[in-house]
Structures are given as structure tokens and as C-alpha cells.
């Protein structure tokens, strides 16, 4: 009973904010008209005369993305012009309603999770830099006893510098969450730090090779992530340029019984234009994985051929293959080395009204708790869609296969899948209410014990309902 009442108590709280932003909303819309000076200045190309959760359909006023191919962000449709410097400060309220909680060593049936968030975005413009920075930090409560109250932490930072040939990035990706992130508040406002929607400030990610893995959903209790990678590009030429970078990233567990890792990566890579739309590429990547408290250490190192293809505002391709070399410091089966093939794509794609994303990645990754080591296979896509002036649409499917790498093909294997989506409107031009559904689903061909049971299929059901705010811009320059 006082679970059900709590549940009831977390709907109510969400239609009464609900309410109120719609009320105000009204007000607003009744008001007589606003001098043109209180209006938002004209911050990003594209977005001047628009809400800032309004259509965001438009690819037009895009830049092209001038990131080199063989460098370790992911590839875009291009970048928004910036005609000023700001910050945005905002909150976040979400409630989800969970059928079980896979990562949990006890069950408690359905359950509710409310996480209270503040949320900052930062745009620093320069003549030949820039600063990007997204941030969301809060705490979740549940009325699952096994759950309680954890933190809350999401951050993403993008510093860059260009002087003509050379160009620098330092990249940044934090996350403490009280579950892995693989389909994380897919569909919803959670999935990214930050203010969200338009003004916030675009920021590319890393692509999967550079960030611990965390695809299996029955590891244990809270964790936090975090991925620092720093990246130079150097013109030789009209056509050619060179890329090196290094990543350092660690995966970290709350409660015991998981397995954490740290991993190093560094790539170094040659760029030649084709076309003005395509480009050609040959990288060398060496990833070490390191266990706390596991002798096993593993050296993966693998040469690829990458084909790019980039048209502003319509497409960005990717593909890369190649053979793949993993060292083993503790032998399997008398032997320390493994001979192997990696590779994966990513496209996205500007649709009427919306884009679609779609990632693959084959090869070795740091095992998502699980594993010290694992063979990966991850698929992850994203589907979104203005359907109108107020209601936007989305739709996400990720898949993941994990086996160990340290031991033989017939030992354990996970298959985990995630489906959802969202649905969103804005109230006037500072919030934003959504709606969302996912299902984690995940099998293995052997028993795995989690949420007080023991069996080789786990399903979970969320639903979250969301509201997101933030204030008017303040403009530095």
C-alpha cells in the first residue's frame, strides 16, 4: 500500500508541475507584447525569431564540421554559427516509474526513482578558441529500499583552439549514475547534461572506442565514468593532415562485486581529401585495459582504413576497418597473443523535420564490469522528429553482445537491448515537459543472479515523466 501511495504521491507532484507551466504559459500568451529588446539576442545562426524549444528541423545555417577524420570525436552534420558568448543556469524534475531494478541485489517489485537536477550550459567564443560546457548534477531518491538515494552527476566539456594548420581539443566526459548508461534516460531529458534543446551548446562526444564500456545491465548498484582525451591536428598539406590524440579513461563501482578498470588509448592518424566531400584515412590504435585488484592486463593494438563522407547539414559517414592484435599479460590457453579483425560505421542523417544516427562498433573493449576484457559487438540507434510547432518525437534501439576475451567462445555471454522513446513539448521559451518509455532487456546463455533472483532473461519497464526549465540567457559578449 505505501508503495502504490508513494507512486500516486510522484504522479501528482509531475501534473501539478505540469499544471503550472501550463498556467503560466497561458498568462504569458495573454500578456500584451514585449518590447523587441526583451526578446532573446540572436545567440546561434538559425535561431533568431525561433523559441528556444521550438522547430529545431532546420540544418541550414550549419558550418562545416572541420574535425579530422581519424580523430576520436564523433563526426556531425556540422556546427552552429555563434554570434555571442552566454550561460544558462536551469533545473530538472523526473520521475520513473521502474517494474524492477536489474542492478540491484534485491527486488522489491515496481518501484519509483525522482531525480531533482540543476542544470548549467556555458558558450565562450573567442576569435580562435572556444569553450563548450554542459553540466547536470542532482540526486535521486527511490522508494526501492535497495536503491535509496544516490547522486546524480553529468558533465561534457569541449575546448578548442585553431591557428590555421594546427588545430587542439581537450574533451571531457563525466558521468555518476545509479545505473549503466548504455540506453540511460533514452527518450527523455536525462540522456544528456546540460540545458538541452537548441541553445545548448553542441557538443560532438567521443566515439565508442574511447569511452569504458558499460553495456550490461546486471552490474551492481551506482557507478561513475569519467573519459579526458586531448587531440592535435596538423595541415601538411592542401589535402593532407595529420591527427594524434590520447584518451584516459576509468569505470568505477559504489558496491562491490563488479569488476573496475582503467584504460589508456592512443591513436595517431593521416588524412587525405578525395573530394570536397570525401575523405580517406589511415589510423594506428593502441587501447591498454588495466583491472584494480585483477592480475590480467590486455594491449590491444589495431591498424584500420577509414572512409569518411561529410555534406553540411545532409550527411556524415564513417567507416573503418582493420586487423586487430590483443597482448594478454596472463596467457590464454598457453598462448599471450590474439589475431583478430575490428571495424564499425556511424552515419548520421538529416531527415525532413528531423535526423536520424545510427553506430556500430566490432572489437575489444574493457569488459562494462563484467569481464576483464570482453568481446563487443554494440549497435545503437536514434531516431528524432518534429511533429509539429509543439510536439517533437524520438525513438532509440541499442543493442550490445559481450564475451569474455580471456576465456573460451562457449563461456558466458550477454546480449542486452534497450528500446524506447519520447515524446516532448515546450511551454513557452523556457521549459519543456517530456514523456518517455524504455525496456532493458538482456539474456545469456548462462544463470546470472541479480535482483534476487537467478535466471538467464532480465526485463525491466520505465516510464519517466519529465519537466526541464532553464532562464533566459545571460550574454557575456
Given at each position: 500500500?505505501?508503495?502504490?501511495?508513494?507512486?500516486?504521491?510522484?504522479?501528482?507532484?509531475?501534473?501539478?508541475?505540469?499544471?503550472?507551466?501550463?498556467?503560466?504559459?497561458?498568462?504569458?500568451?495573454?500578456?500584451?507584447?514585449?518590447?523587441?529588446?526583451?526578446?532573446?539576442?540572436?545567440?546561434?545562426?538559425?535561431?533568431?525569431?525561433?523559441?528556444?524549444?521550438?522547430?529545431?528541423?532546420?540544418?541550414?545555417?550549419?558550418?562545416?564540421?572541420?574535425?579530422?577524420?581519424?580523430?576520436?570525436?564523433?563526426?556531425?552534420?556540422?556546427?552552429?554559427?555563434?554570434?555571442?558568448?552566454?550561460?544558462?543556469?536551469?533545473?530538472?524534475?523526473?520521475?520513473?516509474?521502474?517494474?524492477?531494478?536489474?542492478?540491484?541485489?534485491?527486488?522489491?517489485?515496481?518501484?519509483?526513482?525522482?531525480?531533482?537536477?540543476?542544470?548549467?550550459?556555458?558558450?565562450?567564443?573567442?576569435?580562435?578558441?572556444?569553450?563548450?560546457?554542459?553540466?547536470?548534477?542532482?540526486?535521486?531518491?527511490?522508494?526501492?529500499?535497495?536503491?535509496?538515494?544516490?547522486?546524480?552527476?553529468?558533465?561534457?566539456?569541449?575546448?578548442?583552439?585553431?591557428?590555421?594548420?594546427?588545430?587542439?581539443?581537450?574533451?571531457?566526459?563525466?558521468?555518476?549514475?545509479?545505473?549503466?548508461?548504455?540506453?540511460?534516460?533514452?527518450?527523455?531529458?536525462?540522456?544528456?547534461?546540460?540545458?538541452?534543446?537548441?541553445?545548448?551548446?553542441?557538443?560532438?562526444?567521443?566515439?565508442?572506442?574511447?569511452?569504458?564500456?558499460?553495456?550490461?545491465?546486471?552490474?551492481?548498484?551506482?557507478?561513475?565514468?569519467?573519459?579526458?582525451?586531448?587531440?592535435?591536428?596538423?595541415?601538411?598539406?592542401?589535402?593532407?593532415?595529420?591527427?594524434?590524440?590520447?584518451?584516459?579513461?576509468?569505470?568505477?563501482?559504489?558496491?562491490?562485486?563488479?569488476?573496475?578498470?582503467?584504460?589508456?588509448?592512443?591513436?595517431?592518424?593521416?588524412?587525405?581529401?578525395?573530394?570536397?566531400?570525401?575523405?580517406?584515412?589511415?589510423?594506428?590504435?593502441?587501447?591498454?585495459?588495466?583491472?584494480?585488484?585483477?592480475?590480467?592486463?590486455?594491449?590491444?593494438?589495431?591498424?584500420?582504413?577509414?572512409?569518411?563522407?561529410?555534406?553540411?547539414?545532409?550527411?556524415?559517414?564513417?567507416?573503418?576497418?582493420?586487423?586487430?592484435?590483443?597482448?594478454?599479460?596472463?596467457?590464454?590457453?598457453n598462448s599471450t597473443n590474439r589475431v583478430s579483425g575490428s571495424g564499425g560505421a556511424s552515419l548520421t542523417y538529416a531527415?525532413?523535420?528531423?535526423?536520424?544516427?545510427?553506430?556500430?562498433?566490432?572489437?575489444?573493449?574493457?569488459?562494462?564490469?563484467?569481464?576483464?576484457?570482453?568481446?563487443?559487438?554494440?549497435?545503437?540507434?536514434?531516431?528524432?522528429?518534429?511533429?509539429?510547432?509543439?510536439?517533437?518525437?524520438?525513438?532509440?534501439?541499442?543493442?550490445?553482445?559481450?564475451?569474455?576475451?580471456?576465456?573460451?567462445?562457449?563461456?558466458?555471454?550477454?546480449?542486452?537491448?534497450?528500446?524506447?522513446?519520447?515524446?516532448?513539448?515546450?511551454?513557452?521559451?523556457?521549459?519543456?515537459f517530456t514523456i518517455g518509455y524504455t525496456a532493458q532487456i538482456q539474456t545469456s546463455n548462462q544463470a546470472v543472479c541479480?535482483?534476487?533472483?537467478?535466471?538467464?532473461n532480465f526485463t525491466v519497464h520505465q516510464i519517466t515523466l519529465g519537466l526541464q526549465w532553464h532562464a533566459r540567457p545571460?550574454?557575456?559578449?
Amino acid at each position: 500500500m505505501k508503495r502504490h501511495i508513494r507512486i500516486l504521491v510522484a504522479a501528482a507532484s509531475v501534473a501539478a508541475l505540469f499544471l503550472s507551466v501550463s498556467l503560466i504559459s497561458a498568462q504569458e500568451d495573454n500578456s500584451r507584447p514585449r518590447p523587441a529588446a526583451r526578446e532573446y539576442p540572436p545567440l546561434i545562426e538559425g535561431l533568431g525569431g525561433q523559441d528556444s524549444n521550438g522547430d529545431q528541423g532546420s540544418t541550414s545555417n550549419l558550418n562545416p564540421d572541420t574535425r579530422p577524420l581519424t580523430g576520436v570525436e564523433n563526426p556531425t552534420l556540422g556546427t552552429p554559427g555563434i554570434r555571442h558568448s552566454y550561460w544558462l543556469p536551469g533545473f530538472q524534475y523526473a520521475d520513473t516509474l521502474r517494474s524492477s531494478a536489474l542492478n540491484q541485489a534485491s527486488s522489491s517489485g515496481w518501484n519509483t526513482t525522482s531525480v531533482i537536477t540543476g542544470n548549467f550550459s556555458l558558450l565562450e567564443s573567442w576569435s580562435r578558441a572556444q569553450l563548450a560546457v554542459n553540466y547536470s548534477g542532482g540526486a535521486s531518491f527511490s522508494s526501492d529500499s535497495a536503491q535509496g538515494t544516490s547522486q546524480f552527476q553529468q558533465l561534457g566539456l569541449l575546448e578548442t583552439f585553431d591557428w590555421g594548420r594546427w588545430q587542439l581539443h581537450f574533451l571531457d566526459q563525466f558521468s555518476y549514475l545509479p545505473e549503466t548508461q548504455f540506453g540511460f534516460g533514452a527518450g527523455t531529458a536525462l540522456s544528456i547534461p546540460g540545458i538541452g534543446g537548441p541553445l545548448a551548446p553542441p557538443l560532438p562526444g567521443l566515439q565508442n572506442s574511447y569511452v569504458p564500456n558499460q553495456s550490461i545491465f546486471t552490474t551492481f548498484g551506482p557507478r561513475y565514468s569519467n573519459s579526458f582525451a586531448t587531440q592535435a591536428a596538423y595541415t601538411v598539406s592542401r589535402r593532407g593532415s595529420i591527427t594524434a590524440a590520447a584518451t584516459y579513461g576509468i569505470l568505477r563501482f559504489i558496491e562491490a562485486g563488479n569488476i573496475e578498470s582503467n584504460s589508456a588509448n592512443f591513436t595517431l592518424g593521416y588524412n587525405y581529401v578525395l573530394t570536397s566531400a570525401d575523405t580517406l584515412g589511415v589510423q594506428y590504435r593502441f587501447s591498454g585495459y588495466r583491472y584494480i585488484g585483477n592480475p590480467q592486463a590486455i594491449d590491444d593494438q589495431v591498424l584500420q582504413l577509414v572512409y569518411g563522407r561529410k555534406i553540411t547539414g545532409r550527411i556524415a559517414l564513417q567507416l573503418f576497418g582493420g586487423p586487430d592484435v590483443t597482448t594478454f599479460r596472463v596467457p590464454i590457453n598457453n598462448s599471450t597473443n590474439r589475431v583478430s579483425g575490428s571495424g564499425g560505421a556511424s552515419l548520421t542523417y538529416a531527415l525532413n523535420r528531423g535526423s536520424m544516427a545510427l553506430n556500430y562498433d566490432h572489437g575489444i573493449s574493457g569488459g562494462s564490469g563484467v569481464f576483464a576484457g570482453a568481446n563487443t559487438n554494440q549497435l545503437q540507434f536514434s531516431l528524432g522528429r518534429q511533429l509539429s510547432r509543439e510536439w517533437a518525437a524520438s525513438l532509440n534501439l541499442g543493442y550490445s553482445r559481450n564475451g569474455s576475451a580471456v576465456s573460451a567462445p562457449s563461456s558466458q555471454a550477454y546480449n542486452s537491448w534497450y528500446v524506447g522513446g519520447g515524446l516532448s513539448r515546450p511551454f513557452g521559451r523556457n521549459a519543456n515537459f517530456t514523456i518517455g518509455y524504455t525496456a532493458q532487456i538482456q539474456t545469456s546463455n548462462q544463470a546470472v543472479c541479480a535482483a534476487g533472483t537467478c535466471g538467464t532473461n532480465f526485463t525491466v519497464h520505465q516510464i519517466t515523466l519529465g519537466l526541464q526549465w532553464h532562464a533566459r540567457p545571460f550574454v557575456l559578449r
